[in-house]
Protein backbone atom coordinates (compact mmCIF):
# COMPACT_ATOMS: atom_id res chain seq x y z
CA UNK A 1 0.00 0.00 0.00
CA UNK A 2 1.64 3.06 -1.27
CA UNK A 3 1.11 6.69 0.90
CA UNK A 4 -1.64 7.53 -1.25
CA UNK A 5 -4.00 5.10 -0.71
CA UNK A 6 -2.28 4.20 2.69
CA UNK A 7 -4.93 4.09 5.75
CA UNK A 8 -5.68 7.21 7.93
CA UNK A 9 -4.32 7.00 11.79
CA UNK A 10 -7.43 8.65 11.90
CA UNK A 11 -10.39 8.58 10.45
CA UNK A 12 -13.62 9.98 11.89
CA UNK A 13 -17.27 10.73 10.08
CA UNK A 14 -19.98 12.42 11.69
CA UNK A 15 -18.65 12.35 15.25
CA UNK A 16 -20.48 13.89 18.11
CA UNK A 17 -20.24 14.21 20.94
CA UNK A 18 -22.60 15.71 23.99
CA UNK A 19 -23.11 15.60 27.55
CA UNK A 20 -26.43 15.86 28.35
CA UNK A 21 -27.96 18.67 26.47
CA UNK A 22 -24.76 20.38 25.41
CA UNK A 23 -23.87 19.28 22.34
CA UNK A 24 -19.89 19.78 22.62
CA UNK A 25 -18.70 18.44 18.98
CA UNK A 26 -21.43 18.26 16.44
CA UNK A 27 -21.38 15.77 13.22
CA UNK A 28 -17.57 16.35 11.97
CA UNK A 29 -15.38 14.58 9.49
CA UNK A 30 -12.04 14.61 9.30
CA UNK A 31 -8.68 12.16 9.16
CA UNK A 32 -5.13 12.12 9.87
CA UNK A 33 -2.42 10.12 8.07
CA UNK A 34 0.84 9.03 9.03
CA UNK A 35 4.03 11.87 9.34
CA UNK A 36 1.63 14.76 9.24
CA UNK A 37 1.25 17.42 11.68
CA UNK A 38 -2.71 18.03 11.99
CA UNK A 39 -4.32 20.82 13.87
CA UNK A 40 -7.97 21.82 15.82
CA UNK A 41 -8.00 25.70 15.43
CA UNK A 42 -10.15 27.62 17.23
CA UNK A 43 -11.25 29.73 20.14
CA UNK A 44 -11.89 28.21 23.68
CA UNK A 45 -14.98 26.25 24.02
CA UNK A 46 -15.17 25.14 20.16
CA UNK A 47 -14.97 21.69 21.08
CA UNK A 48 -11.57 20.78 20.51
CA UNK A 49 -10.89 19.11 23.43
CA UNK A 50 -13.54 16.70 23.52
CA UNK A 51 -12.83 16.05 20.26
CA UNK A 52 -9.58 15.08 21.53
CA UNK A 53 -10.35 12.94 24.32
CA UNK A 54 -12.16 10.65 21.83
CA UNK A 55 -9.10 10.25 20.03
CA UNK A 56 -7.24 9.40 23.17
CA UNK A 57 -10.08 7.32 23.90
CA UNK A 58 -10.80 8.74 27.91
CA UNK A 59 -14.02 9.76 26.91
CA UNK A 60 -16.33 7.68 24.54
CA UNK A 61 -17.95 9.17 21.29
CA UNK A 62 -21.97 9.73 21.40
CA UNK A 63 -22.53 9.03 17.51
CA UNK A 64 -20.65 8.39 14.36
CA UNK A 65 -17.66 6.39 13.34
CA UNK A 66 -14.40 6.73 14.66
CA UNK A 67 -11.27 4.37 13.73
CA UNK A 68 -7.72 4.94 15.57
CA UNK A 69 -4.50 3.42 14.19
CA UNK A 70 -7.14 1.11 12.16
CA UNK A 71 -8.44 0.00 15.44
CA UNK A 72 -11.99 0.18 17.42
CA UNK A 73 -11.57 2.70 20.48
CA UNK A 74 -14.98 1.29 22.30
CA UNK A 75 -12.45 -2.54 21.47
CA UNK A 76 -9.55 -1.82 21.18
CA UNK A 77 -8.62 1.59 23.58
CA UNK A 78 -6.07 0.03 25.82
CA UNK A 79 -4.21 -1.31 22.84
CA UNK A 80 -4.63 2.38 21.14
CA UNK A 81 -3.53 3.79 24.36
CA UNK A 82 -0.59 2.04 24.61
CA UNK A 83 0.54 3.54 21.45
CA UNK A 84 -0.41 7.09 21.79
CA UNK A 85 1.78 10.21 23.62
CA UNK A 86 -0.54 12.70 25.26
CA UNK A 87 0.41 16.35 26.32
CA UNK A 88 -2.63 17.42 28.27
CA UNK A 89 -3.76 20.59 28.80
CA UNK A 90 -2.46 20.81 32.27
CA UNK A 91 0.96 19.48 32.82
CA UNK A 92 0.23 16.16 35.65
CA UNK A 93 4.10 15.69 36.41
CA UNK A 94 4.57 14.76 40.24
CA UNK A 95 6.34 17.50 41.59
CA UNK A 96 7.90 15.33 44.38
CA UNK A 97 9.75 13.20 41.95
CA UNK A 98 13.07 14.34 40.05
CA UNK A 99 12.84 15.54 35.67
CA UNK A 100 14.56 11.90 35.15
CA UNK A 101 12.22 10.19 37.49
CA UNK A 102 8.93 11.34 36.03
CA UNK A 103 10.38 9.72 33.16
CA UNK A 104 11.07 6.20 34.50
CA UNK A 105 8.22 5.95 36.84
CA UNK A 106 5.88 6.88 33.59
CA UNK A 107 7.47 4.54 31.18
CA UNK A 108 6.53 1.73 33.68
CA UNK A 109 2.94 2.06 33.05
CA UNK A 110 3.87 0.64 29.17
CA UNK A 111 6.09 -2.33 30.72
CA UNK A 112 9.18 -0.87 30.07
CA UNK A 113 12.03 -2.13 32.38
CA UNK A 114 13.85 0.52 34.17
CA UNK A 115 17.22 -0.98 32.72
CA UNK A 116 15.58 -0.17 29.18
CA UNK A 117 14.10 3.40 30.92
CA UNK A 118 17.40 4.78 32.11
CA UNK A 119 19.00 5.24 28.63
CA UNK A 120 15.43 6.04 26.95
CA UNK A 121 15.10 8.73 30.24
CA UNK A 122 18.62 9.72 28.92
CA UNK A 123 17.88 10.17 25.58
CA UNK A 124 14.98 12.25 25.65
CA UNK A 125 15.53 15.04 28.06
CA UNK A 126 18.68 15.39 26.13
CA UNK A 127 16.13 16.71 23.33
CA UNK A 128 13.61 18.63 25.16
CA UNK A 129 17.38 20.03 26.69
CA UNK A 130 16.74 19.31 30.06
CA UNK A 131 20.11 16.74 30.67
CA UNK A 132 21.20 19.11 32.98
CA UNK A 133 17.95 19.54 35.51
CA UNK A 134 18.09 15.24 35.49
CA UNK A 135 17.99 14.71 39.35
CA UNK A 136 16.51 18.25 40.03
CA UNK A 137 13.46 18.07 41.79
CA UNK A 138 10.15 19.56 39.33
CA UNK A 139 8.48 21.48 41.18
CA UNK A 140 10.99 24.75 41.16
CA UNK A 141 10.75 24.09 37.52
CA UNK A 142 9.77 26.85 34.90
CA UNK A 143 6.65 26.28 32.84
CA UNK A 144 8.42 26.17 30.09
CA UNK A 145 10.70 23.86 31.63
CA UNK A 146 8.03 21.45 32.97
CA UNK A 147 5.80 21.70 29.15
CA UNK A 148 9.13 20.30 27.91
CA UNK A 149 9.30 17.42 30.34
CA UNK A 150 5.75 16.34 29.78
CA UNK A 151 6.38 16.49 25.96
CA UNK A 152 9.55 14.26 26.79
CA UNK A 153 7.56 11.85 29.17
CA UNK A 154 5.29 11.22 25.80
CA UNK A 155 7.25 9.93 24.15
CA UNK A 156 8.84 7.45 26.66
CA UNK A 157 6.55 4.79 24.54
CA UNK A 158 7.89 5.85 21.18
CA UNK A 159 4.22 6.59 20.30
CA UNK A 160 2.67 6.24 16.84
CA UNK A 161 0.46 9.26 17.30
CA UNK A 162 1.55 12.31 19.40
CA UNK A 163 -1.66 14.01 20.78
CA UNK A 164 -0.70 17.81 22.05
CA UNK A 165 -3.42 19.52 23.82
CA UNK A 166 -3.13 23.61 23.53
CA UNK A 167 0.81 22.79 24.31
CA UNK A 168 2.12 26.04 24.58
CA UNK A 169 -0.91 27.80 26.77
CA UNK A 170 0.57 29.64 29.65
CA UNK A 171 4.12 29.93 28.57
CA UNK A 172 5.72 33.29 27.40
CA UNK A 173 7.18 33.98 23.99
CA UNK A 174 10.50 32.25 24.66
CA UNK A 175 9.62 28.99 26.23
CA UNK A 176 6.48 29.07 23.45
CA UNK A 177 9.49 29.50 20.46
CA UNK A 178 11.32 26.95 22.38
CA UNK A 179 8.56 23.95 22.68
CA UNK A 180 7.84 24.89 18.60
CA UNK A 181 11.23 24.08 17.96
CA UNK A 182 11.21 20.84 19.79
CA UNK A 183 7.64 19.87 18.07
CA UNK A 184 9.40 21.13 14.52
CA UNK A 185 12.06 18.41 15.05
CA UNK A 186 9.59 15.67 15.99
CA UNK A 187 7.89 16.31 12.20
CA UNK A 188 11.42 16.19 11.32
CA UNK A 189 11.21 12.30 12.31
CA UNK A 190 8.52 11.64 11.40
CA UNK A 191 6.26 11.60 14.00
CA UNK A 192 2.51 12.43 13.98
CA UNK A 193 1.16 15.12 15.97
CA UNK A 194 -2.37 16.44 16.39
CA UNK A 195 -2.62 18.97 17.99
CA UNK A 196 -5.33 21.94 19.56
CA UNK A 197 -4.56 25.87 19.58
CA UNK A 198 -6.43 28.61 19.43
CA UNK A 199 -2.84 30.48 18.84
CA UNK A 200 -2.89 31.24 15.21
CA UNK A 201 1.05 31.52 15.24
CA UNK A 202 0.94 28.15 16.62
CA UNK A 203 -1.00 26.53 13.85
CA UNK A 204 1.15 28.28 11.49
CA UNK A 205 4.62 27.17 12.95
CA UNK A 206 3.60 23.76 13.18
CA UNK A 207 0.32 22.41 10.94
CA UNK A 208 0.92 20.59 7.51
CA UNK A 209 -3.05 20.81 7.66
CA UNK A 210 -6.16 21.69 9.66
CA UNK A 211 -9.61 22.36 10.83
CA UNK A 212 -10.94 25.41 11.95
CA UNK A 213 -13.60 24.93 14.42
CA UNK A 214 -16.31 26.98 15.79
CA UNK A 215 -19.22 25.83 18.53
CA UNK A 216 -18.62 22.11 18.29
CA UNK A 217 -18.34 22.33 13.88
CA UNK A 218 -15.74 22.50 11.38
CA UNK A 219 -16.30 25.42 9.33
CA UNK A 220 -12.77 25.46 7.35
CA UNK A 221 -10.08 22.35 6.58
CA UNK A 222 -6.98 23.10 4.55
CA UNK A 223 -3.31 24.21 4.98
CA UNK A 224 -2.73 27.34 6.72
CA UNK A 225 -1.67 28.98 3.10
CA UNK A 226 -4.73 27.02 1.38
CA UNK A 227 -7.10 29.17 3.63
CA UNK A 228 -5.19 32.39 3.77
CA UNK A 229 -5.56 32.19 -0.13
CA UNK A 230 -8.71 30.73 0.21
CA UNK A 231 -10.80 33.38 2.80
CA UNK A 232 -7.94 36.38 3.07
CA UNK A 233 -6.34 38.81 1.05
CA UNK A 234 -2.24 38.97 0.82
CA UNK A 235 -2.21 41.61 2.62
CA UNK A 236 -4.44 43.67 5.94
CA UNK A 237 -3.99 47.09 6.75
CA UNK A 238 -4.27 48.04 10.53
CA UNK A 239 -5.75 51.07 11.32
CA UNK A 240 -6.41 52.62 14.65
CA UNK A 241 -8.00 56.22 15.26
CA UNK A 242 -8.74 58.67 17.77
CA UNK A 243 -11.24 56.94 20.14
CA UNK A 244 -14.00 60.11 19.84
CA UNK A 245 -13.58 59.15 16.28
CA UNK A 246 -16.61 56.87 15.10
CA UNK A 247 -15.39 53.11 13.44
CA UNK A 248 -18.87 52.90 11.41
CA UNK A 249 -18.69 56.11 10.44
CA UNK A 250 -15.15 56.11 9.15
CA UNK A 251 -16.01 52.52 7.61
CA UNK A 252 -17.99 53.80 5.36
CA UNK A 253 -15.88 56.76 4.15
CA UNK A 254 -13.58 54.01 3.09
CA UNK A 255 -15.88 52.02 0.91
CA UNK A 256 -14.56 50.70 -1.95
CA UNK A 257 -11.07 51.20 -0.43
CA UNK A 258 -9.99 47.42 0.19
CA UNK A 259 -11.80 43.96 -0.71
CA UNK A 260 -13.38 43.70 2.65
CA UNK A 261 -13.65 45.70 5.91
CA UNK A 262 -14.09 44.60 9.34
CA UNK A 263 -14.76 46.94 11.84
CA UNK A 264 -13.88 45.92 14.93
CA UNK A 265 -14.26 47.80 18.57
CA UNK A 266 -10.53 48.83 18.71
CA UNK A 267 -9.27 48.95 14.99
CA UNK A 268 -10.45 48.83 11.58
CA UNK A 269 -9.49 45.94 9.10
CA UNK A 270 -8.24 46.42 5.26
CA UNK A 271 -8.26 43.30 3.55
CA UNK A 272 -6.39 44.04 0.13
CA UNK A 273 -3.82 42.64 -2.18
CA UNK A 274 -1.56 45.59 -1.95
CA UNK A 275 -1.51 47.21 1.70
CA UNK A 276 0.91 50.26 1.14
CA UNK A 277 -1.12 51.46 -1.84
CA UNK A 278 -4.73 51.11 0.25
CA UNK A 279 -2.90 52.61 3.04
CA UNK A 280 -2.05 55.53 0.88
CA UNK A 281 -5.69 55.79 -0.25
CA UNK A 282 -6.45 56.43 3.34
CA UNK A 283 -4.47 59.64 3.59
CA UNK A 284 -5.52 60.54 0.57
CA UNK A 285 -9.09 60.72 1.94
CA UNK A 286 -7.77 62.89 4.06
CA UNK A 287 -8.50 60.56 7.00
CA UNK A 288 -5.84 60.80 9.83
CA UNK A 289 -5.52 57.26 11.86
CA UNK A 290 -3.35 57.30 14.85
CA UNK A 291 -1.57 54.25 13.55
CA UNK A 292 -1.31 52.67 10.15
CA UNK A 293 0.19 48.72 10.25
CA UNK A 294 0.22 46.97 6.86
CA UNK A 295 0.99 43.10 7.45
CA UNK A 296 0.51 39.79 5.75
CA UNK A 297 -2.79 38.25 6.33
CA UNK A 298 -3.29 35.40 8.84
CA UNK A 299 -5.26 32.70 10.31
CA UNK A 300 -6.67 34.97 12.44
CA UNK A 301 -8.08 36.94 9.40
CA UNK A 302 -9.48 33.60 8.02
CA UNK A 303 -11.58 33.13 11.65
CA UNK A 304 -12.48 36.16 11.93
CA UNK A 305 -13.77 36.12 7.75
CA UNK A 306 -15.99 32.71 9.07
CA UNK A 307 -17.08 33.28 12.32
CA UNK A 308 -17.34 37.17 12.44
CA UNK A 309 -15.54 37.07 15.39
CA UNK A 310 -11.62 37.02 16.82
CA UNK A 311 -10.23 33.65 18.56
CA UNK A 312 -9.97 35.51 21.43
CA UNK A 313 -13.84 36.72 21.72
CA UNK A 314 -14.71 33.56 23.87
Known sequence: MNAATELPLVHARGLVKRFGDLVAVDGIDFDVHKGEAFGFLGPNGAGK???????????????????????????????????????PQQDTLDMELTVRENIIIYGRYFGLSRGQLRGRADELLEFVQLSDRADSRVEPLSGGMKRRLTIARSLVNDPDLLLLDEPTTGLDPQARHTVWDRLFRLKQRGVTLILTTHYMDEAEQLCDRLVVMDKAKIVAEGSPRELIVRYSTREVVELRFAVDQQPEELAARMNGLARRLEALPDRLLLYTDDGDATAGRVHELGLDPDSVLVRRSTLEDVFLHLTGRTLVDE
Open 49 to 87: TSTMRMIGCVSPLTEGTLSILALDPVKDGAAIRARLGVV
